[in-house]
């Protein structure tokens, strides 16, 4: 056992994912660290996004802004998209739309430019965030890593992001070029992971954002194997497999994720009870956070935190907190975990 593996396997975090008898739930929500906290705007300091989350200092501050609130792991700051920038294809963040390459891959020679195997090097800023994170931090926490699954990063290389249809389309008319597409960002990604948690990560997540829009059929081709391959790939460290609200649960509980997030349309218990060897991360509707009052935020994670039944449980949400979410909210979904007392 490295050290970074004897220090990550007492967190509380990492015992609740053994499905251990845990003191209380631990609590993080997807994209905890972002333009909701406005501490976050203020280091922020004009610059893009991919210049800020290469630069290591402030990257690692993000991450570690939302430990105020008492959240039981730190998610490293950077996105789903830094790796196929590691691979060869430079992307930029346009306002209102989100990642965007400087020139989709359209043509088999574009793909085939994608390094499959890009050397930790080639994001070192991430790795060395990661150490600067642990290095910062007065009280030992746990690291998360993370990245997107083949087919929600493929939608973004290719342009298409959550356009399902224009995604689809692409697939249809270019399939040769999608097929590789997917096998080079699986074996990147493999990679990728088994160097976060070589370094010291504590578990990671598996993001399939759009993967919830897909037929049945599609997600048996273009989804759930390459979670099988990826989540059997990078061992050693709780894997964490999310989709946003994915109508396949029967599949998620197929691929050998530890952890499962769930969405608002899963109940918590009803999966509990179907599948007691599972660990459920989730589920309260960032909605709520969104729109409505600490007593409403209040009585959703209650009951949230009841239906989980207080083990193999991490308490997040169905989907990440929204940039309008008052930073109040935010301080009692948090503050609701730690006070709870089943
Ligand atoms: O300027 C900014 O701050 C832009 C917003 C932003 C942030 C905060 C982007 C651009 N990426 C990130 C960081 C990020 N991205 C994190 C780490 C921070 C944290 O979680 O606290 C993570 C986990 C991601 C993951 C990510 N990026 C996903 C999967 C999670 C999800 O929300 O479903 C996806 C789909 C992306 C793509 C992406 N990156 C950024 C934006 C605005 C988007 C979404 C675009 C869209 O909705 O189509």
Same mark, same amino acid.
């Given at each position: 056992?490295?050290?970074a593996?004897m220090?990550?396997?007492?967190?509380?975090?990492?015992r609740?994912?053994?499905?251990?008898?845990?003191?209380?739930?631990?609590v993080?929500?997807?994209?905890?660290?972002?333009?909701?906290?406005?501490?976050?705007?203020?280091i922020?300091?004009?610059?893009?996004?991919?210049?800020?989350?290469e630069?290591?200092?402030?990257?690692?501050?993000?991450?570690i802004?939302?430990?105020?609130?008492g959240?039981?792991?730190?998610?490293l700051?950077?996105?789903?998209?830094?790796?196929?920038?590691?691979?060869?294809?430079p992307?930029?963040l346009?306002?209102?739309?989100g990642?965007?390459?400087?020139?989709?891959? /359209?043509? @088999?020679e574009? =793909?085939l *430019?994608?390094n499959p195997? !890009?050397? #930790?090097?080639?994001?070192?800023?991430?790795? /060395?965030? @990661?150490?600067? =994170?642990? *290095?910062?931090?007065?009280? !030992?926490? #746990?690291?998360?890593?993370?990245?997107?699954?083949?087919f929600?990063?493929?939608?973004?290389?290719?342009?298409t992001?959550?356009?399902i249809?224009?995604?689809?389309?692409?697939?249809?008319?270019?399939p040769?070029?999608?097929?590789?597409?997917?096998?080079?960002?699986?074996?990147?990604?493999?990679?990728?992971?088994?160097?976060?948690?070589?370094?010291g990560?504590?578990?990671?997540?598996?993001?399939?954002?759009?993967?919830?829009?897909?037929?049945?059929?599609?997600?048996?081709?273009?989804?759930?194997?390459?979670?099988?391959?990826?989540?059997?790939?990078?061992?050693?460290a709780?894997r964490?497999l999310?989709?946003k609200?994915?109508?396949?649960?029967?599949?998620?509980?197929e691929?050998?994720?530890?952890?499962?997030?769930?969405?608002?349309?899963?109940?918590?218990?009803?999966?509990?009870?179907?599948?007691?060897?599972?660990v459920f991360?989730?589920?309260?509707?960032?909605?709520?956070?969104?729109?409505?009052?600490?007593?409403?935020?209040?009585?959703?994670?209650?009951?949230c935190?009841?239906?989980?039944?207080?083990?193999?449980?991490?308490l997040?949400?169905?989907?990440?907190?929204?940039?309008?979410?008052?930073?109040?909210?935010?301080?009692?979904?948090?503050?609701?975990?730690h006070?709870?007392?089943?």
């Amino acid at each position: 056992m490295t050290v970074a593996e004897m220090k990550n396997k007492d967190h509380l975090l990492v015992r609740a994912a053994r499905g251990e008898a845990i003191e209380r739930v631990p609590v993080w929500a997807m994209r905890q660290a972002g333009r909701w906290d406005p501490e976050f705007h203020k280091i922020r300091s004009g610059l893009g996004f991919y210049d800020f989350s290469e630069n290591v200092e402030l990257a690692a501050k993000a991450s570690i802004l939302p430990v105020r609130f008492g959240v039981d792991a730190v998610i490293l700051f950077y996105d789903i998209t830094t790796l196929p920038v590691s691979m060869g294809l430079p992307f930029s963040l346009q306002p209102n739309i989100g990642p965007v390459p400087a020139s989709p891959v /359209r043509t @088999l020679e574009a =793909v085939l *430019k994608l390094n499959p195997y !890009p050397q #930790p090097e080639t994001y070192s800023h991430v790795t /060395r965030m @990661l150490t600067q =994170v642990q *290095k910062t931090l007065d009280k !030992p926490m #746990p690291i998360l890593a993370f990245a997107g699954a083949p087919f929600t990063v493929a939608t973004y290389c290719i342009g298409t992001g959550k356009d399902i249809n224009a995604t689809r389309k692409f697939i249809q008319e270019q399939p040769i070029i999608w097929h590789e597409l997917l096998e080079r960002l699986t074996s990147a990604t493999i990679g990728f992971l088994k160097t976060m948690i070589a370094h010291g990560a504590c578990a990671y997540q598996l993001f399939d954002s759009w993967a919830g829009m897909l037929t049945e059929k599609e997600y048996d081709l273009w989804a759930q194997p390459f979670h099988r391959r990826i989540l059997a790939g990078a061992t050693g460290a709780p894997r964490i497999l999310f989709v946003k609200e994915c109508p396949y649960l029967h599949k998620q509980v197929e691929t050998g994720a530890d952890i499962i997030s769930l969405g608002k349309r899963n109940d918590l218990k009803e999966a509990r009870d179907k599948y007691p060897h599972l660990v459920f991360q989730g589920n309260v509707d960032e909605n709520i956070l969104r729109t409505g009052t600490p007593a409403e935020v209040k009585i959703a994670v209650e009951e949230c935190l009841r239906k989980g039944g207080g083990t193999r449980h991490i308490l997040n949400l169905n989907h990440g907190v929204d940039r309008t979410t008052p930073v109040a909210n935010f301080e009692t979904f948090v503050k609701t975990a730690h006070e709870f007392k089943g």
